[in-house]
């Protein structure tokens, strides 16, 4: 531990104190790393103590959620520093290091080293570590300072990736789990944001211009961090007479100060990490990995995020809670999207508290705790037919719908149907039901997500093709159809 002068007026539980482990060796992921040395803060009550919490931000967040006031470092985390939230007078705050930013390894801070996740054939490549290797590094930091009490992990964007990976792989040091702005994984799309992020900053590396580079890749990850509704109120379009479009200043801002600070090899790195985390290939081995978590979980999404979207949220949660898990999960309604537990602290302070989140636990919590409901995957069905056997589908679906949200989370809502005789009834469960002589429309209509055939015949026969063709999945025992087409259908059922 690193020796901390007194300041003057200032709380020394307040003051960060550096904690480093060295190791000689040590394996991540499969790739062997030397020389490795974490390191990582603590503030508040000495370690063991007082119950522990992790505080980590995403990948551009330093050390010191809390600042510094013996460097004049800024907080980052301001509103969480609260009795009733992370109260440094009765906890002890643990805040572990990203590589590159604090912990190192031989060679990851060497200028002739390999950079992370360089492309084949142009720069070399260091080891892809993923968001699962981080979890690993911070348990082997806590193994070094002699943490063995069980953790409060709040983790958000990367570090809410690192948590739940955290909270899976060392279930014994996770008693509590808050992660805001994650999920099991990231989507494609961000993904599809944060590979080029890194490319442009390759072809800085390539071209030996590495600071436009990172320049240009903070600013296309700004447009990503915020929400839409906020850039548009805050910066509007391009007026005429302006050179520029008004949010071009943030933007330059926000560029020239990230490429003048940041570490490029940590950048490259942590965004990648990013992108490599899975848990497993196939749904049952994630939720085997997932069973072994133990701790409370407190899921916590903003429907405007756009790198990591408030679906991907609830599959976490929906998942967690497939397994048993103690799961609840929170919305945060903000417009600054992703960066809303950054921008929009004090909201997320307050759910914070209405969830308890600090709160000795007493006992598990409630199933579907949070938002009220499990959250329940809808698919909308367009029916073509609605005689005895539709009528049959109807009451079967009105029967089972409590069962199939409770074990498979999915509600089925029939959202139009096609029929020949649009005077005759077809029965209480149908009323409300926009019917149509057209089976055709169920098709190109944007509330129909499968249609389910139970007419029968071969009238149906153009609709369906025209459905699988549009890559519109479809349901049918018509014995009669599958007889005659089946080969020519099949073909299209592929792309489905």
């Not at 976490?316 to 048993?324: D, I, K, M, T």
């Amino acid at each position: 531990m690193s020796a901390i002068a007194p300041l003057d007026g200032v709380d020394p539980a307040r003051l960060p104190r550096r904690l480093e482990v060295e190791r000689d060796a040590m394996v991540v992921e499969g790739h062997a790393l030397e020389a490795v040395v974490l390191g990582g803060y603590i503030l508040g009550a000495p370690l063991g103590t007082a119950p522990v919490v992790i505080l980590v931000g995403g990948i551009t967040a330093l050390p010191f959620p809390f600042g510094d006031p013996a460097t004049g470092t800024e907080a980052w985390w301001p509103a969480l520093d609260a009795p009733d939230l992370v109260d440094l007078a009765r906890m002890t705050v643990l805040c572990p290091c990203w590589p590159g930013n604090g912990s190192t390894w031989r060679g990851f801070d060497d200028e002739a080293s390999p950079l992370p996740g360089a492309s084949p054939g142009s720069l070399p490549s260091g080891p892809p570590i993923s968001a699962l290797g981080l979890a690993d590094l911070i348990a082997a930091w806590l193994d070094g300072i002699g943490c063995a009490t069980p953790v409060t992990f709040v983790g958000a964007s990367l570090g809410g990736l690192v948590g739940i990976a955290f909270a899976a792989r060392h279930p014994d040091r996770c008693a509590r789990l808050v992660t805001i702005s994650a999920g099991l994984r990231p989507d494609g799309w961000g993904t599809a944001t944060r590979h080029l992020q890194r490319e442009l900053v390759r072809d800085g590396l390539r071209t030996g211009d590495v600071t436009t580079g990172m320049i240009r890749a903070r600013q296309l990850g700004m447009l990503t961090y915020r929400g839409r509704d906020e850039l548009d109120t805050r910066f509007g379009a391009l007026a005429p007479g302006l050179a520029v479009p008004p949010v071009a200043a943030y933007l330059d801002h926000h560029g020239r100060r990230f490429a003048e600070r940041f570490p490029v090899r940590t950048f490259l790195l942590l965004s990648e990490a990013i992108d490599r985390c899975r848990f497993s290939a196939d749904p049952a081995s994630v939720r085997e990995e997932l069973a072994r978590v133990t701790a409370d979980v407190l899921v916590i999404g903003v429907p405007g995020d756009l790198l990591f979207p408030y679906p991907l949220q609830h599959e976490l949660y929906r998942e967690l809670q497939a397994v048993g898990a103690s799961c609840s999960l929170w919305k945060l309604d903000s417009e600054f999207g992703h960066d809303a537990f950054l921008a929009d602290q004090d909201k997320l302070a307050d759910l914070l508290r209405g969830a308890g989140a600090f709160a000795a636990a007493t006992a598990p919590r409630p199933r579907y705790d949070g938002v009220g409901t499990r959250p329940v995957r809808e698919i909308r069905i367009g029916m073509i037919g609605c005689g005895t056997v539709g009528g049959g589908v109807l009451e079967l679906l009105d029967r089972q719908a409590a069962d199939m949200a409770e074990r498979y989370g999915v509600r089925f809502r029939v959202t139009k149907i096609a029929v020949r005789d649009l005077a005759k009834a077809r029965g209480a469960r149908a009323d409300g039901i926009p019917l149509t002589t057209r089976a055709l429309e169920l098709v190109g209509d944007p509330e129909v997500d499968v249609i389910v055939e139970v007419a029968g015949g071969f009238e149906v026969e153009a609709t369906v093709t025209a459905a699988l063709a549009a890559g519109k999945p479809v349901v049918t025992a018509n014995k009669a159809l599958l007889a005659r087409k089946l080969a020519e259908l099949g073909v299209l059922a592929q792309r489905t």
